[in-house]
């Protein structure tokens, strides 16, 4: 009998994964790499660590990476592609949940959720106070999106629903959505500048890499919210403090940080103009199920030397 193809999986494991995956493949732990050349035959990843040059150097024989999620920043695509390994990810499946957790966390920062709750749970509320805790309005403002792939997509069809006006600025403009959604294309700076919301949806690349620092921030709305569902070294943590403490913006909404996840005692963390979750963007029962079942076929075509029904394309070169 065949022996089973070995993996290399950082857990803990999504469930669905580990059912799907069981009898079909010997999982190993990430810490048993470096192996013996060509006893590893697949890495399955989920965000962390980091699958870099020097790691598919000692993994000679390696047939397929495979991730669990959609950005693929830690992984270093070029160097798996080059050495004719494919890579796969799970695009599609997660847009329409990421799109509304950036919702969530634009509202819950405009309208004060997670401060009015804390409130409302301490003996503080003693009374309706009209002038209390005022927000935002969402409705009828402008909402600012950075990165028109699928997420920017959703989260443009949210906002519409929201009777806000939409613009966005992406490396390539997209006329079919425009036309379809009513959205206008912007330059970098003016969409800062008059956005009264600026919603990160952009992978992380070299390009994209501290692309809201001071200067940015310094560029929008005193009164602007800025909300983050990519990743956290899109925006420079120090800067977005210092913007957050400093009134230079209003509000953030984060569901990623660098470091994620903060340290205990952090800035950020004390501050009650900052609403943050812990990398939930996809986090549902069906779209996690999706998940976990698109990177497991492509897990298992790569290590049956098949296309991958799913495969990263390699990454295009050029500004965001
Ligand atoms: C995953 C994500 O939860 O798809 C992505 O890029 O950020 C999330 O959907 C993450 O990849 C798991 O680490």
Redesign the pocket.
Known sequence: QRPLPRVIADGPLDPTVLGLLDGRVELLPWEAEPAEPGTVDGVYT???PTVDDAMLDRLPGLLVVS?????VDHIDVAAALDRGIPVGN?PGV?DGA?ADLAFALLLAAARRLAEGDRYARSDGFTRYDPGHMLGLEVHGSTLGILGMGRIGEKVARRALGFEMDVLYHNRNPRPEVESALGLRHAGFEELLSRSDFVVLCVPLTDQTRGLIGARALSLMKPSAVLVNVSRGPVVVTDDLLAALRGGTIAAAGLD?TDPEPLPRGHGLLGLDNLVITP?L???TDRTRRR?AEISVENLLAGLDRRPLPSPVLPPAPGPP
Request: charged share 0%.
């Open positions: 989920y965000g962390h991730n669990y999620g959609v950005g799970t997660l990421t990623v990398h963007g996809s986090a998940m």
